[in-house]
């Protein structure tokens, strides 16, 4: 398992080439402690068994697909389900991969990118599919980029599941948060996206103001707004950290899961978009490639 790290002034950045995980992201806080902004393991070899899939890129669709498959053209393509869903690509999804790492770069906006083919129905979905992921640091900020390109029509849904932590402490209840999402995807009892799509201000998930996040728990698809701009920003006065986000998809899934006092940002399509047809499109042709490019700016 083969370990790079890149750095700037402000970030050091660790990643594995099993699953494009990110490891490390190390950054000072407000007294000069360097702190690591990632849950994971010290030990690269931990993370053959994840199954929080922490820091690993995520596909090929990222949350959940409903009805045990999807359907292109007419044609029907089964994928694997545990009681009704699908989760995150699969029994073994990119996250159980190992990539090639193709450049590291170590100049003035050092860089790491790595790529993986994904053959014809691996997982159960069509075409040959070759992704690209870069992460890239640029001043206090760590850009991930995911690209693919198809052979053959197919869904796709690309992200990074690194579980944040913006200081020491082993919970998140001081974070506050402030998302600029006026609505969410409403969900079945098992996350399914209904179709429907709710005001917040209908929900107890309502962060238009920065809100504590108290004993709030999240595991919800937000609308981004506006993309490209601020969606996400979360804040820990104990490190006087901000963790702001930005990207070019149309949704951010916000996991704060009960045992490890961080919080995902999963930036992404909708989950289920295969099988709503008033969701965002998440088909690639090979006329097309996918990229979506998402920005974590750490602020002290």
């Known amino acids: 398992m083969i370990q790079n790290t890149i750095k700037n002034d402000k970030i050091e950045l660790t990643v594995l080439d099993f699953g494009a995980i990110i490891q490390k992201i190390i950054v000072k806080d407000k007294y000069g402690t360097p702190t690591n902004m990632v849950v994971g ?30 359907s292109l053209d007419g044609k029907t393509y089964p994928i694997h389900e545990e009681d009704g869903v699908h989760l995150h690509g699969g029994i073994a999804g990119f996250n159980t991969k190992t990539f090639e790492v193709t450049h590291v770069n170590h100049g003035t906006k050092p860089f790491i990118q790595l790529s993986y083919v994904s053959e014809h129905l691996e997982e159960g979905y069509p ?29 796709v849904n690309l992200t990074n599941h690194s ?19 006026s609505k969410v995807l409403a969900t079945h009892d098992n996350l399914i996206p209904t179709g429907e799509l709710i005001e917040v201000s209908k929900t107890n998930y309502d962060f238009l103001e920065r809100t504590p996040l108290a004993n709030t728990r999240l595991d919800t698809p937000f609308v981004i707004d506006k993309r490209h701009e601020i969606c996400a920003s979360a804040y820990s006065e104990i490190s006087g950290i901000t963790l702001e986000v930005m ?16 919080i995902c940002f999963e930036t ?6 295969p099988n709503h047809p008033n969701f965002p499109s998440s088909v690639l042709t090979p006329e097309d490639t996918y990229h979506n490019q998402s920005t974590f700016r750490f602020k002290v």
Not at 42 to 61: K, Q, T, V, W
Not at 163 to 181: A, I, P, R
């Open 41 to 70: 393991f010290d030990e690269p070899e931990d993370y053959l068994s994840n199954p929080m899939f922490l820091g690993a890129c995520i596909g090929r669709y990222a949350g959940r697909i409903s009805q045990g498959g999807f």
């Open 127 to 155: 075409g040959n599919l070759n992704v690209t992921v870069t992460y890239t640091l640029d001043d206090d900020a760590l850009i991930i980029t995911h690209e693919a390109g198809t052979d053959q029509k197919t869904v």
């Open 163 to 181: 579980y944040f932590k913006l200081d020491s402490t082993e919970e998140v209840n001081h974070y506050t948060l402030q998302l600029d999402c």
């Open 247 to 262: 990207t070019n998809q149309p949704a951010v899934v916000i996991y704060t899961p009960e045992t490890t006092g961080s």
């Open 268 to 273: 992404q399509n909708y989950p289920d978009a």
